[in-house]
Each structure stands twice: as C-alpha cells, then as structure tokens.
C-alpha cells in the first residue's frame, strides 16, 4: 500500500471540512490545555491525535465512566464480557482474560498507570477532564499503551473556596447524589474532598424470582481527598486518596444462535431483550483504593523535577448465570485480588530553543484469581486458582528542538524490561467453588492436573520519530512515526504456554486548524499500522487460551471539526474511517474436531470501518438564567467480536441518539433533563462462545454458542446542579 499525502493538501483538509463560511460573531470557541505529554500545552499545539472531554461535559452528558464516552470519541470502543472491561482505540485492543495478560489501552488516574482495566471504570468523580491519546504512546507512556492511553484528571484545589452538589432521579429505579468543595487552607496550601452515592436498579428485568428482580445495576459509594501544600519556595507536593466500593448484580447475557444445552434441558423462549431469566443470584462486587504522592521542584534554568508515587489495590469477585436462561447447565464464578506499586521520577526542561523530559519508571503488581465453572457438560465444576507476579521498569527520554519559529523535530527513546512469575493449578472437581476468600485452601484441593509454575522476561526499544511544522499561524501539521508494544503474558486460566509481547509500528500525519478568527477548529489525523505478533484468545473446553497467532494491517483517517455557528449554536462532529484487517492469521475454528481456517482478510475485533458523531449545542438568555439544549446524533458501522466475522457473535451497525436540556439560574442552580438511547435501540455491547454451555449433538465441533450482551435501552434523568 502506498500513501502519498503533501504539505499542500494535508494543510488544506481543515478547510475543506468546514464547507460554507461563519458568520463574524463575539463567540470563541475555549481553548483545551491538555497534560498529555506530561507538561501542560494548548491541544491545538500537541503533535498528538487528543480528544479531551471536560469534567463539566461528563456532569451534564450523563457520562458515568470510560464506557459512556465511546459516543463522544469515535475512535474509542467499549465491550465487557462478564466483570471484564475490554478497551479498543482505532481497532486495536483486548479480549483477553485472567491476570497473566494486559490491558492494550493504558488507563491513568492522576499520572498512576492502572494494572487492571476494571480499575479505571470506576464511575467518574469530581474530574477535571479525560484525555484519549489515540495511536501507540511507547515512549512516554510504554508497555501497554499499544492503542493508546486513556488520562483521568481530577480536580485539584483552586484559589478560592468553591464546591457543587449534584442530584440526580432517573428511570431503572435510579438516584445519584454527588458533592464537592475545596479551596486554600494558608500560604501555599489547598484541599478538596468528593464523595458520591448512587443506586442503580439496573436496565433488564429479571422474570424468575430466584435470581432476583432486576440485574445490570449495583449500588456505588466513592471517596476522594486531594491535599496539595508548598515544602519550600520551589518544591511542591500533592497528595490524593480514594476509595469505591461497588455491589452490584452483574451483567445479563442473551443466547444467541441454536447451539445451546439449555432448549434440551427444557429452557422458555427468551423474553423481551430487556428481560431475562435468571435462576442464579448473580451479582458482581469490587472495592478499588490508592494513594498517590506528587512531588514537583522547580530547580532553575528551565529545570523540574518531578516524582509520582503511587498504591492501588482492587479486590473484585463475581457471579453469573453464564447460559443466560432459567434452567442450569453453567455458571461462572470468579475472584480477584490485586496489589500494585509504581513509582516514575522524571527531569524535564523547557528551554528556547528546545525541550526534553527524560526518566525512569518502576512498576510492581501481585495478583491472584480463582475460576469457577460448574457446568453439566464437566460432569461437576472444574475450577482454576493462579497467582501471578510483575516486575517492570523502564527508562526513557525525549527530545523537542525547535529548528526554527516554525518547524520542530521529535525524537524520543524508551527500553522496557519486564518479568512475570506464573503459579497455575486447575482441573474437574466434584465440590463447590470456595474462591480465593472462603474457607478452604485452594492449594488443598485436588486436581487432575500438576500445578504449573513459570518464569518468563521480556524486553522492548520503543523510539519516536516526529517532526511538527506551523504552516500558519493557524494551521500546524506533523507527522510521527512510533513503535509500542504490549507486555507478554501467561495463561493464567490454561494449561497452555506463555506468549509474547505483540508490537504495532505507527506512521501518523495531522493537522490540527483554528479557523475564523478562533470560532472553529479542524483537525485530521491519517494513520498506517504495521501490527505483528497479536495476542488472540480463543475459547476451548472451557477455557480461554492465548497464543501470538496474527499479523494485521490497519489504515484509517480520523477527523475532528468544532465550530461556533453564531453566539447560540455551537457544532461538533467527529469521525473514524479504519480498514483494519488481518494479514496472516491460521485459527481453529471449534475444538480438537473443529476447522482449521485462514482468516486473513477478516476485519479485527470491535473494528468498525465507520464511525461519526455529530452534536449540536444551544444556549441563550432567558428570563431567570440561561438555558442550554443538545442533540447528539452516533452512528457506528458492524463490529465483530471474534476473529471469524460471524454475524452471531458480532452487532450491525447502529445508531444512537442523545439529547439535554436545562436552565441555569442566576443563583448558579441548574434543572436539567437528558435522555440517552432516546430512540431505544436494541444492541449488543460484546458477544461471545462458550462450550460450557453448548449441545454438543449440535456442535459436534465444539465451537461454542454464543451469548449477547445487551447494551443499555433507554435511559432519562432529571438532574439538579448546585454550584457554590
């Protein structure tokens, strides 16, 4: 494939975007600082593909967590398999399970990387605004930021006292109340606290009364307190701590396609799609809490000093009717614990003629999980207990030596260095699932298999090459060429060998445009993927196994426009065309009986070729206050949850409609309502096959059958914003 792209015509692709000319007009649209390459700059000015979604957007969108803002970032895909949250960005992700393997988009809170993915979903509290870096982030960000990184900010105390209260009453039997304040305490001192409660009844009905009356809900307290203080005239310090506990009902899954045990076994019709029957107390329980410390020193010449502590610690355990019906023939029940250590130091400099940050990074994480699947086709429950160890650390730098006013190059350098120890033991057992909590010693059991112990170290040079070009005043363009990778891993929940790291090679040309005298900016992103070694999972017996079995391909071309139409309206719209395919790629299909196929050519998982976003706001003066209205229109094109492309295990493409309107008045109180889904689609989060649950006179290949999990229907609030 051959891309050929000029100066002249990537300059000009904002200006063909903004078809027509706007109206002269006293509205500007707000300038973004975004933190993303870990110094503060305008987002206009970073040589980095950004979305960056304000804390005041998240509050008044109804946007809980990461999962919400997949409408609002075209390129950014959520799916969640049981209590496993999955992350795509540009096509490029996991669906990987067990705590031998990672996550392809790297959370952080608060400058602390996130081990788990369920850590960073916690429901967004009291934050500042979210940054989505799109594209590999290898040198600053390095191991597991192959998609990209997804930066939760919160709020840190200001000047002045300040604080709000949030009330919110919607359908699902749902009520949310949130609070905040903070401010100076003396010279050089600050605070801030947060605190939420909501409950949730969740969005399906549960019609057998053993498994309760609803699921997909949970009740969620959450805590955080920030106290930022100055040691010297040049040193500063920020320290943070949270707490979320989160008890909840788990997740529903729907039966799809005529492989399942269950209509055998003497299972109803399904119900309506937002409805199930549910024999098992499902539920799904997490607690998450850390500390963070940052301390900063200025130390002259353009110098600073900056070290990031941090401790998380997430304990979560679940359970689920995994055949989705009210007769048994399988569940799944899982535990998990969690410990995790990091500390980064880093040195930048913000000199004339160049900067440079330059550093080092330690990261250290204890897990362990236990499996249970009892189930009719084992005969019994065969469960699985692993403990798993890493140790990682890294150096890295990177350089910015502006050549001229105009022109800047970009070279940058990390090595990473990793090791996991794996501890696996598992196999068919008569007795009850104790988990890692109960009574009983999961190393007293007795299995059919040996237990399994391993030692496996990796390494990687992740380099950056970028050269950023002001063409104007108003229009920048750069071009990046990037490498990331993502940490080997250990089936923890298999009998089956370690595998390697995956890497993915990245040339990326943009431009980012502040057109009409600020009332609007363009920005284009245009990128090409060279993505070897992939990790796939594959369900086999029961079990998930992973191995380094593909090559891909992926090209796309995304697109962000914002503009002030006149001093009422203002419109955005983004979107994502992607062709990401694989190349090479020899996969089973089924069992030891099953097909061997080539799937190359086959479009990756939760790669949607296209994607759009289109919103429009208003606001204007009304007698008591303002009042403000949205309209959000998203479409995204058919995603595939497996690598065979098959209608079964996949969702066509989808459209999805939001709206808000409130009135602010002039004692700074807010009445809003917002309705998300407004047109009630019916959809598919994720999908997938397991043959726990199969009829294998059905299936005598052992492929599995597949199972839905249904997204959100409609949902509406009425909100209440007090700030003070």
């Known amino acids: 494939m051959t891309l050929s792209v000029t100066r002249r015509s990537l300059a000009a692709i904002p200006a063909i975007l903004l078809t027509g000319s706007l109206s002269a007009q006293e509205n500007f649209l707000e300038e973004i600082i975004v933190t993303a390459e870990k110094r503060e700059a305008l987002i206009q000015d970073t040589a980095l593909a950004i979305t960056a979604v304000s804390g005041d957007l998240l509050e008044s969108g109804d946007l809980d967590e990461i999962e919400d803002l997949s409408l609002d970032v075209p390129s950014l895909v959520f799916s969640r398999a049981g209590g496993e949250a999955q992350l795509y960005i540009r096509g490029v992700g996991t ?87 903070g401010g100076p305490i003396g010279d050089g001192a600050g605070f801030r ?137 399988t569940q799944t029940h899982y535990e998990r614990d969690t410990d995790q250590l990091s500390e980064e130091i880093r040195l930048a400099c913000a000199c004339e003629t160049y900067e440079w940050i330059a550093g080092l990074y330690y990261f250290s994480e204890d897990k362990e999980e236990a499996l249970g699947l009892p189930a009719l086709n084992f005969g019994g429950a065969f469960n699985i207990f692993a403990t798993n160890k890493t140790d990682a650390w890294a150096g890295f730098g990177e350089l910015t030596w502006h050549f001229n006013d105009r022109l800047d190059g970009i070279a940058g350098l990390r090595y990473s260095s990793e090791e996991k120890d794996d501890w696996n033991l598992r196999g068919l057992t008569g007795g009850n699932f104790d988990g890692l909590f109960g009574d009983s010693d999961p190393r007293a059991f007795t299995f059919g298999f040996p237990p399994r112990m391993t030692v496996d170290d990796w390494n990687a040079l992740t380099p950056k090459l970028g050269i950023k070009y002001d063409y104007s005043d108003n229009v920048m363009v750069y071009g990046t060429l990037t490498r990331g990778f993502k940490s080997g891993g250990t089936n923890s929940l298999s009998g089956d060998p370690a595998f390697d790291p995956e890497y993915l090679w990245s040339l990326e040309l943009g431009s980012k445009s502040t057109l009409a005298d600020g009332r609007a900016t363009a920005n284009a992103a245009l990128f090409y993927y060279d993505y070897t070694d992939l990790q796939v999972s594959t369900f086999t017996e029961g079990t998930v196994s992973v191995a380094n ?176």
């Open 193 to 329: 606290i947060a605190a939420r409660y909501g409950s949730d009844g969740g969005f399906t009905e549960d019609l057998d009364p053993r498994g309760g009356d609803e699921v997909d809900g949970g009740e969620t307290m959450a805590a955080r307190g920030t106290l930022t203080f100055a040691l010297s005239d040049a040193i500063s310090a920020k320290i943070i701590g949270d707490y979320t506990d989160f008890d909840g009902d788990n997740r529903t899954v729907r039966p799809r396609g005529n492989l399942h045990r269950s209509a055998a076994e003497g299972a109803l019709p399904l119900p309506d799609f937002d409805q199930t029957r549910n024999e098992v107390d499902s539920f799904q329980k997490w607690t998450i809490s850390g500390i963070a410390a940052e301390v900063t020193a200025d130390l002259g010449g353009g110098l600073t000093l900056t070290s990031i502590t941090g401790y998380r610690q997430f304990e979560d355990s679940f359970r689920f009717n995994t055949d989705g019906t009210e007769v048994f023939v």
């Open 549 to 724: 079995a593909a090559e891909a391909t992926v090209v796309g071309l995304e697109v962000d426009v914002s503009a002030a139409l006149s001093d009422q309206f203002t419109w955005t719209v983004s979107g994502m065309a992607l062709n990401a395919e694989y190349d090479e790629f020899i996969t089973r299909y089924g069992g030891a009986t099953g097909t061997v196929m080539d799937v190359a050519g086959n479009n990756l998982v939760n790669a949607p070729e296209l994607s759009l976003t289109s919103t429009l706001n208003f606001n204007a003066d009304v007698g008591p206050g303002e009042f403000s209205a949205m309209a959000q229109i998203a479409y995204r094109s058919t995603v595939h949850h497996s690598q065979f492309n098959e209608a079964e295990v996949g969702q066509g493409s989808l459209m999805l409609a939001n709206i808000r309107a409130g009135i602010t008045f002039l004692n700074g109180v807010e009445v809003a309502f917002v309705a998300r889904n407004l047109l009630g689609r019916e959809y598919y989060q994720n999908s997938v096959r397991f043959t726990s649950l199969n009829d294998r006179g059905k299936d005598p290949a052992g492929i599995g059958a597949a199972l839905g999990y249904p997204g959100e229907g409609r949902s509406m609030a009425l909100q209440l914003h007090w700030g003070f």
């Open 95 to 181: 669906n990987l399970f067990g705590i031998g393997q990672d996550s392809s988009v790297a959370v952080h809170q608060d400058g602390i990387y996130q081990g788990r993915a369920q850590m960073g979903l916690t429901q967004f509290l009291d934050v500042e605004r979210v940054e989505v870096l799109r594209g590999p982030q290898g040198t600053l960000y390095g191991r597991n930021a192959t998609a990209g990184v997804i930066n939760i900010i919160h709020r840190a105390p200001g000047d002045e006292p300040e604080g709000y209260l949030n009330l919110k009453l919607g359908n699902f039997n749902r009520y949310d109340g949130e609070f905040a304040y």
